[in-house]
Nanobody
Framework: VQLQASGGGLVLTGDSLRLSCVTS????????LGWFRQAPGKEREFVAA???????SYADSVKGRFTIFRDNAKNILYLQMNSLKPEDTAVYYC??????????????????WGQGTQVTVLQ
């Protein structure tokens, strides 16, 4: 399984960004696919995930602002981020969990990671 994240950038408060994660590997559709973020000096935290049943989960801090979705035909996972805030500033990572199991919110349960893309939100 391989993941390649992109789409980060420098934006102002209230702006939008869409992150993309190109996925590859025969078992990708059988895994949790998630987005995590890590701000300087902080631990990596859960942002959003969807699983093999397309069940979606969000961190409380992004509910109503972020949307995770997948284009199965193109094997791309997206994170649409609206109404961005300075506290959303972080490096964002896409990740894939183990096949048909794992806790979607726990980064230690994810097996494969993309390289990260920087999102900076200015006031």
């Amino acid at each position: 399984v391989q993941l390649q994240a992109s789409g980060g950038g420098l934006v102002l408060t209230g702006d939008s960004l869409r992150l993309s994660c190109v996925t590859s590997g025969r078992t990708v559709s059988s895994r949790h696919l998630g987005w995590f973020r890590q701000a300087p000096g902080k631990e990596r935290e859960f942002v959003a995930a969807l699983n093999w049943r397309s069940t979606i989960s969000y961190a409380d801090s992004v509910k109503g602002r972020f949307t995770i979705f997948r284009d199965n035909a193109k094997n791309i996972l997206y994170l649409q981020m609206n109404s961005l805030k300075p506290e959303d500033t972080a490096v964002y990572y896409c990740a894939a969990g183990p096949v048909f199991t794992g806790r979607h919110y726990d980064p230690t349960d994810y097996e494969y990671w993309g390289q990260g893309t920087q999102v900076t939100v200015l006031q």
